[in-house]
């Protein structure tokens, strides 16, 4: 209720007494409150004229980083006796310095700062402007106006800088790069000896075997080394986490695939990302910086959901990957999703799975319970027995317990050729 | 909760309202709106320390109830005067002080105070002038006349609040 609006009880009231008594005392009581009334309808604040610019610090950073926030006011109208602003902060964003809303007076022509620090989950925010209120010193009347400073943030996921993961894939494109062909031609591994041709290298020639054979000459061969198409499969489905923690069991899975995907495309491959859960989020394959720009975007807007279609790996729509590509399926991994991959593996594909460990990780949160133990040591027989499965069919598992950062286990694990990977 | 000028003020203007008309009725014999009047001080202040926003409207009511009874007892009417202004005032800085406290950050607070105190002080000021002149004046109003200038004023402040109200939500 407006505050003014309690004067008319209090006046009538004393109106009414003045009927009754028709003494001039009630009359006369009535003086403040109506002397009160006038000066608050004097002094009612008139329309605000406010211009507001705002400044962030940076518009783009990694996740954790601070940013500062900083708003200009110029009262471009009369004075304003009591001015309360209150920027309209994006949630879920942790103020983490200073206030995002202030009171005070501001004369006309006189500017304001406000500066405030934020911290923000990743993800893509966008400031809509300031509510701005202002008040008769009497706080009778007021006036109230969204004044527009737009302004945005993007966060990016985690990621950190890998070494170059050795993969295999069955067909590499055309161009040069890092990944073994299969083919003999320029190279660094030896491939095999062929036939000395016109126009060969004399260096290349391989002695050995052109000792063997006295009228021939044999010329050594290497593996050509090409870019290959590398499809990132991020698993999105709540399900796959849990409920306990499951968001930041995700964030590890976003930074895993945010960190591939900087990896291979900087060693020049073509890389895709199927985000797999809530909806239908496909990041067509592309090369460098681009491509590196469109899959973090796609990973800034990463949520973990649920929906019918999509609850099982089966409805995967394998079709966009190229044939005989590389895959890598980032997911803590459901009993139903083997039968799948299994699939993609005798389709052609080579797959790669990076598991974050949810046993581990939930384990960790709980308290001590032999019961826990107990359920515990039986979830991780099961998930040892379904990775075994996996490898056994050659696709490459990696098992990741959170706690290891990703970097270490990726260069310890998957920088070795593939077939010397023991899992 | 720090201790700032307008806080004392109020602390001041609420034990004052309180001792008038407890005195007031004291001389009429009338202990228990002595008691109640009393009660009414303290809570007010229990409220302010609270953080209870309804204490302020709550005291100011309560307090124009018992002035409003107290022309019907014949108690002194200047002093009755001094009662509602210094109520009236009191009930404006609890408003004040939620409104300061409400607000996360203040910039130029001594600034703000020091106006919002010189305001009310002209008030209060032009309200004793005004409010012993209008006791002191004597009209004699049939009781047509009265009627007539009661619904004037009846629908001249209704009509005034219908006014604000709009202009306040635009």
């Given at each position: 209720?407006?505050?003014?609006?309690?004067?008319?009880?209090?006046?009538?009231?004393?109106?009414?007494?003045?009927?009754?008594?028709?003494?001039?005392?009630?009359?006369?009581?009535?003086?403040?409150?109506?002397?009160?009334?006038?000066?608050?309808?004097?002094?009612?604040?008139?329309?605000?004229?406010?211009?507001?610019?705002?400044?962030?610090?940076?518009?783009r950073v990694p996740l954790g980083?601070?940013?500062?926030?900083?708003?200009?006011?110029?009262?471009?109208?009369?004075?304003?006796?009591?001015?309360?602003?209150?920027?309209?902060?994006p949630t879920p964003i942790e103020?983490?310095?200073?206030?995002?809303?202030?009171?005070?007076?501001?004369?006309?022509?006189?500017?304001?700062?406000?500066?405030?620090?934020?911290r923000a989950g990743r993800g893509y925010y966008r400031?809509?402007?300031?509510?701005?209120?202002?008040?008769?010193?009497?706080?009778?009347?007021?006036?109230?106006?969204?004044?527009?400073?737009?302004?945005r943030l993007i966060v990016l996921p985690h990621s950190?800088?890998?070494?170059?993961?050795?993969?295999?894939?069955?067909?590499?494109?055309?161009?040069?790069?890092?990944?073994?062909?299969?083919?003999?031609?320029?190279?660094?591994?030896?491939?095999?000896?062929?036939?000395?041709?016109?126009?060969?290298?004399?260096?290349?020639?391989?002695?050995?075997?052109?000792?063997?054979?006295?009228?021939?000459?044999?010329?050594?061969?290497?593996?050509?080394?090409?870019?290959?198409?590398?499809?990132l499969i991020l698993d999105a489905r709540q399900r796959s986490y849990g409920r306990f923690n499951e968001n930041q069991l995700f964030e590890h899975a976003v930074s895993a695939t945010a960190a591939l995907a900087?990896?291979?495309?900087?060693?020049?491959?073509?890389?895709?990302m199927y985000n797999y859960g809530r909806v239908v989020d496909w990041t067509?394959?592309?090369?460098?910086?681009?491509?590196?720009e469109r899959i973090l975007r796609a990973l800034i807007g990463a949520k973990l959901g649920e929906h019918m279609v999509f609850e099982k790996l089966?409805y995967l729509p394998?079709?966009?990957?190229?044939?005989?590509?590389?895959?890598?399926f980032i997911s803590p991994l459901l009993?139903?999703?083997?039968?799948?991959?299994?699939?993609?593996?005798?389709?052609?594909?080579?797959?790669?799975?990076i598991?974050p460990?949810r046993?581990?990780f939930?384990?960790?949160?709980?308290?001590?319970?032999?019961?826990?133990?107990?359920?515990?040591?039986?979830?991780?027989?099961?998930?040892?027995?379904?990775?075994?499965?996996?490898?056994?069919?050659?696709?490459?598992?990696?098992?990741?317990?959170v706690?290891?950062?990703?970097?270490?286990?990726?260069?310890?694990?998957?920088?070795?050729?593939?077939?010397?990977?023991?899992? | 909760?720090?201790?700032?000028?307008?806080?004392?003020?109020?602390?001041?203007?609420?034990?004052?309202?309180?001792?008038?008309?407890?005195?007031?009725?004291?001389?009429?014999?009338?202990?228990?709106?002595?008691?109640?009047?009393?009660?009414?001080?303290?809570?007010?202040?229990?409220?302010?320390?609270?953080?209870?926003?309804?204490?302020?409207?709550?005291?100011?009511?309560?307090?124009?109830?018992?002035?409003?009874?107290?022309?019907?007892?014949?108690?002194?009417?200047?002093?009755?005067?001094?009662?509602?202004?210094?109520?009236?005032?009191?009930?404006?800085?609890?408003?004040?002080?939620?409104?300061?406290?409400?607000?996360?950050?203040?910039?130029?607070?001594?600034?703000?105070?020091?106006?919002?105190?010189?305001?009310?002080?002209?008030?209060?000021?032009?309200?004793?002038?005004?409010?012993?002149?209008?006791?002191?004046?004597?009209?004699?109003?049939?009781?047509?006349?009265?009627?007539?200038?009661?619904?004037?004023?009846?629908?001249?402040?209704?009509?005034?609040?219908?006014?604000?109200?709009?202009?306040?939500?635009?």
């Amino acid at each position: 209720m407006k505050k003014f609006f309690l004067f008319g009880p209090l006046l009538f009231g004393l109106l009414f007494t003045g009927l009754l008594t028709r003494t001039n005392e009630p009359f006369a009581f009535m003086m403040p409150l109506l002397i009160y009334l006038g000066a608050g309808i004097l002094n009612r604040p008139d329309k605000i004229s406010l211009k507001v610019a705002r400044s962030l610090s940076a518009d783009r950073v990694p996740l954790g980083a601070t940013v500062d926030v900083s708003l200009k006011l110029t009262n471009e109208g009369p004075r304003l006796e009591e001015l309360f602003l209150e920027d309209i902060v994006p949630t879920p964003i942790e103020l983490v310095g200073g206030t995002s809303d202030l009171l005070t007076t501001l004369e006309r022509g006189e500017t304001l700062h406000l500066k405030y620090s934020l911290r923000a989950g990743r993800g893509y925010y966008r400031f809509q402007g300031v509510n701005v209120r202002t008040d008769d010193h009497l706080g009778l009347f007021s006036k109230s106006k969204l004044l527009r400073a737009e302004g945005r943030l993007i966060v990016l996921p985690h990621s950190v800088k890998l070494k170059s993961i050795r993969i295999k894939p069955r067909r590499t494109r055309v161009y040069s790069g890092l990944i073994p062909a299969r083919s003999g031609g320029q190279g660094i591994d030896f491939f095999g000896v062929r036939e000395h041709q016109k126009g060969d290298l004399p260096r290349l020639i391989n002695w050995k075997a052109t000792a063997r054979h006295p009228h021939a000459l044999f010329t050594n061969e290497f593996e050509q080394e090409r870019v290959v198409d590398v499809g990132l499969i991020l698993d999105a489905r709540q399900r796959s986490y849990g409920r306990f923690n499951e968001n930041q069991l995700f964030e590890h899975a976003v930074s895993a695939t945010a960190a591939l995907a900087e990896s291979f495309l900087n060693d020049g491959n073509r890389v895709g990302m199927y985000n797999y859960g809530r909806v239908v989020d496909w990041t067509f394959p592309g090369y460098g910086k681009t491509q590196k720009e469109r899959i973090l975007r796609a990973l800034i807007g990463a949520k973990l959901g649920e929906h019918m279609v999509f609850e099982k790996l089966e409805y995967l729509p394998v079709r966009l990957f190229p044939a005989s590509s590389q895959l890598i399926f980032i997911s803590p991994l459901l009993r139903d999703d083997k039968q799948t991959l299994l699939q993609l593996r005798a389709r052609g594909y080579q797959v790669l799975v990076i598991s974050p460990d949810r046993i581990s990780f939930e384990q960790e949160r709980l308290k001590p319970d032999p019961y826990i133990e107990i359920g515990k040591r039986v979830a991780y027989l099961d998930r040892v027995l379904m990775l075994n499965e996996l490898r056994q069919a050659d696709i490459q598992v990696l098992n990741w317990p959170v706690n290891i950062p990703f970097h270490n286990l990726v260069s310890s694990s998957l920088t070795r050729h593939p077939a010397l990977y023991a899992g | 909760m720090m201790m700032t000028i307008s806080h004392k003020a109020l602390l001041v203007l609420t034990l004052f309202t309180t001792c008038i008309l407890a005195i007031g009725y004291a001389s009429t014999g009338l202990m228990v709106w002595v008691i109640l009047i009393i009660a009414c001080g303290l809570f007010w202040l229990f409220g302010l320390k609270a953080g209870w926003d309804w204490a302020g409207t709550t005291g100011l009511i309560f307090f124009m109830a018992a002035i409003t009874r107290g022309i019907f007892l014949d108690l002194p009417s200047g002093w009755l005067l001094l009662s509602v202004v210094s109520a009236l005032l009191a009930w404006d800085l609890h408003q004040f002080i939620n409104r300061l406290e409400k607000a996360g950050r203040i910039e130029k607070r001594s600034e703000i105070e020091r106006r919002h105190l010189k305001r009310i002080m002209i008030i209060a000021g032009l309200s004793l002038i005004l409010g012993t002149v209008a006791l002191l004046v004597e009209l004699e109003l049939g009781f047509g006349w009265m009627l007539f200038w009661g619904v004037l004023l009846v629908l001249s402040l209704s009509r005034l609040f219908d006014v604000l109200g709009r202009e306040n939500n635009q």
